[in-house]
């Protein structure tokens, strides 16, 4: 099995990389004809769906847009895809540790694996880290004990077990007297959690190559022999119980989505089943900065993600052309909108930052329809070394767009930069 480890929109080729594409092993890679082909009917298949895995710059290249994880393909190739935002030596394990934090974050996964020592001590590409997170929470509830439930069976035998079916046995044939129509319960692991933990359990012995994975996954599969496999993913994961009951089930249930492609809005899963995990780079930062917002602002203004009430204009007495920004802050009669760009900024003023007119022109459009033309907008941009601190652009007739850095590293936002918004009494009260 091939490992090949890129970042976003880096491209990939079935031909011999010459010297200098060898020397930027995260922005080109060579990759077999099979899993060139498999890409190229997998990005058309989600180019339907309003989505691009890979853009065809000729017959021989592929260029990756920007979604981050792991595609796995069918001739056993796993492609990783880091996100673009270091360019250190040690960019690829930096990159690395960051998208798994920002998984973390935007999928709300079990508090106790988000530890800044458990992230870092396993090096692997992502895909062994997501199935080793799995494997672990599957192997503290095997240790718990796995749920069974009764399941109610009618049978004909020739002994008396469980209850008597009456009427079966009056309308017995002649001749037949000593078979006994018989109902009885059996305790058995068949349940449909118990049978996506197996189905995935599955794909993971198959996918890992990891030796401490494979181990232990192994280990599992053989208690849970007795377990049938999922055949109906959709069914089982709407049955998928959540009582009191099944409580220690609950944190091995986010990691078995991961492994099925279940996991939603973010990930993006082929039709083959292999770890194949997709998610835009565009939406994780956008969870990331919400999940950041959310604890600074006032508890009496409202967060709203995204807003939906604005429409561009009017045609024929209905309303075209829907407004929606990444955030909407509101309190009482005052309203600020948000908008997240996964995109470097630099300092050059002459190339205007890097910046795309039609953001400023999108933005321009909110802050009309939202915010009455009047008031602070804001357009979040990770931090950078070229981009440390704010910057200002205004519009005139009391109309301002700020740009926002935010440390995607852990710090966050700096509370400076949002003197403008509704923040916590706690946090206003330090500042001042």
């Known amino acids: 099995m091939q490992t090949v480890t890129v970042r976003e929109h880096a491209r990939l080729t079935t031909q011999k990389l010459s010297a200098s594409?060898?020397?930027?092993?995260?922005?080109?890679?060579?990759?077999?004809?099979?899993?060139?082909?498999?890409?190229?009917?997998?990005?058309?298949?989600?180019?339907?769906?309003?989505a691009a895995l890979v853009h065809a710059e000729n017959r021989t290249w592929l260029r990756l847009d920007n979604f981050v994880g792991v595609v796995q393909t069918p001739c056993g190739t796993v492609i990783e895809i880091l996100p673009k935002h270091y360019d250190t030596e040690d960019a690829a394990?930096?990159?690395?540790?960051?998208?798994?934090?920002?998984?973390?974050?935007?999928?709300?996964?079990?508090?106790?694996?988000?530890?800044?020592?458990?992230?870092?001590?396993?090096?692997?590409?992502?895909?062994?880290?997501?199935?080793?997170?799995?494997?672990?929470?599957?192997?503290?509830?095997?240790?718990?004990?796995?749920?069974?439930?009764?399941?109610?069976?009618?049978?004909?035998?020739?002994?008396?077990?469980?209850?008597?079916?009456?009427?079966?046995?009056?309308?017995?044939?002649?001749?037949?007297?000593?078979?006994?129509h018989i109902r009885h319960d059996l305790h058995l692991p068949d349940r449909p959690e118990n049978r996506l933990l197996r189905r995935a359990l599955d794909q993971v012995c198959k996918a890992t190559q990891d030796p401490a994975n494979w181990r232990l996954a192994h280990e599992l599969r053989t208690i849970m022999l007795k377990v049938p496999r999922s055949a109906n993913l959709d069914s089982d994961f709407r049955r998928w119980s959540h009582d009191r009951l099944m409580a220690h089930y609950e944190a091995v249930e986010p990691w078995c989505r991961l492994i099925l492609g279940h996991q939603v809005p973010l990930a993006v899963a082929g039709a083959w089943q292999g770890i194949s995990l997709l998610f835009p780079m565009e939406k994780l930062f956008e969870r990331c900065?919400?999940?950041?917002?959310?604890?600074?602002?006032?508890?009496?203004?409202?967060?709203?993600?995204?807003?939906?009430?604005?429409?561009?204009?009017?045609?024929?007495?209905?309303?075209?052309?829907?407004?929606?920004?990444?955030?909407?802050?509101?309190?009482?009669?005052s309203a600020w909108v948000l908008d997240c760009k996964w995109k470097r900024v630099d300092d050059d003023r002459k190339?205007?930052?890097?910046?795309?007119?039609?953001?400023?022109?999108?933005?321009?459009?909110?802050?009309?329809?939202?915010?009455?033309?009047?008031?602070?907008?804001?357009?979040?941009?990770?931090?950078?070394?070229?981009?440390?601190?704010?910057?200002?652009?205004?519009?005139?007739?009391?109309?301002?767009?700020?740009?926002?850095?935010?440390?995607?590293?852990?710090?966050?936002?700096?509370?400076?930069?949002?003197?403008?918004?509704?923040?916590?009494?706690?946090?206003?009260?330090?500042?001042?």
Request: proline share 5%; aromatic share 10%.
């Open 21 to 50: 594409d060898a020397a930027r092993p995260l922005d080109r890679a060579q990759i077999s004809a099979t899993a060139f082909d498999w890409l190229c009917e997998l990005s058309s298949g989600l180019r339907v769906a309003g």
């Open 289 to 333: 900065v919400t999940k950041a917002l959310r604890q600074l602002i006032d508890p009496h203004a409202r967060l709203h993600t995204p807003a939906r009430s604005q429409y561009l204009c009017r045609h024929d007495e209905s309303r075209i052309f829907r407004l929606e920004p990444d955030m909407l802050v509101t309190h009482g009669e």
């Open 93 to 180: 394990p930096r990159s690395r540790l960051l998208l798994r934090r920002l998984i973390l974050e935007a999928l709300d996964l079990p508090a106790r694996v988000t530890e800044e020592a458990a992230l870092e001590i396993f090096d692997g590409p992502v895909s062994e880290w997501l199935i080793r997170q799995f494997l672990r929470e599957l192997d503290v509830l095997v240790k718990r004990g796995l749920r069974f439930h009764y399941q109610r069976l009618e049978d004909e035998a020739r002994f008396l077990r469980g209850q008597l079916n009456v009427t079966r046995q009056m309308q017995q044939w002649p001749g037949r007297e000593h078979r006994f």
């Open 351 to 432: 190339s205007k930052y890097g910046l795309s007119q039609p953001d400023f022109y999108q933005l321009f459009a909110y802050g009309h329809r939202y915010m009455a033309g009047k008031g602070d907008l804001f357009l979040i941009f990770p931090r950078g070394a070229e981009f440390p601190e704010e910057r200002l652009f205004d519009f005139d007739a009391g109309m301002r767009l700020w740009l926002i850095p935010f440390d995607i590293d852990g710090a966050g936002f700096n509370l400076d930069h949002l003197v403008a918004l509704p923040l916590t009494v706690q946090i206003a009260t330090l500042e001042t």
